[in-house]
């Protein structure tokens, strides 16, 4: 069964750094996009980042310039370099397998979830 595991979550002062990595299992990670997306407290899940087989990639403007998403197939893990942490980059985030190749930023078009990681900024 397929299964994403997110771990490297905590809390961290503004303008720090954090990396999430999120192991996978159960899967062929070389054959679909995988993404990120986060859920602050009292607001909907929202994209963050997504990377396509072919290491395209694509980040919300919130993030942009400051995050990093990456992904290493032989390992079956995928990752999101967190810099210049704000206060609201607060929230759960989670890791998703896209249902094709290239992902978009809909939720939608993510099939498997991980249980999600904690990540706090502190100001």
């Known amino acids: 069964q397929v299964q994403l595991v997110e771990s490297g979550g905590g809390l961290v002062q503004t303008g720090g750094s954090l990396r999430l990595s999120c192991a996978v299992s159960g899967i062929t990670v070389s054959l679909y996009a995988m993404g990120w997306f986060r859920q602050a407290p009292g607001k909907e899940r929202e994209f963050v980042a997504r990377i396509s087989t072919l290491n395209w990639t694509l980040y919300a403007d919130s993030v942009k310039g400051r995050f990093t998403i990456s992904r290493d197939n032989a390992k079956k893990t995928l990752y999101l370099q967190m810099n210049n942490l704000k206060p609201e980059d607060t929230a759960v985030y989670y890791c998703?397998?896209?249902?094709?190749?290239?992902?978009?930023?809909?939720?939608?078009?993510?099939?498997?979830w991980g249980q999600g990681a904690q990540v706090t900024v502190s100001s």
């Open positions: 998703a397998k896209a249902r094709a190749q290239m992902g978009t930023l809909r939720r939608a078009d993510y099939d498997y």
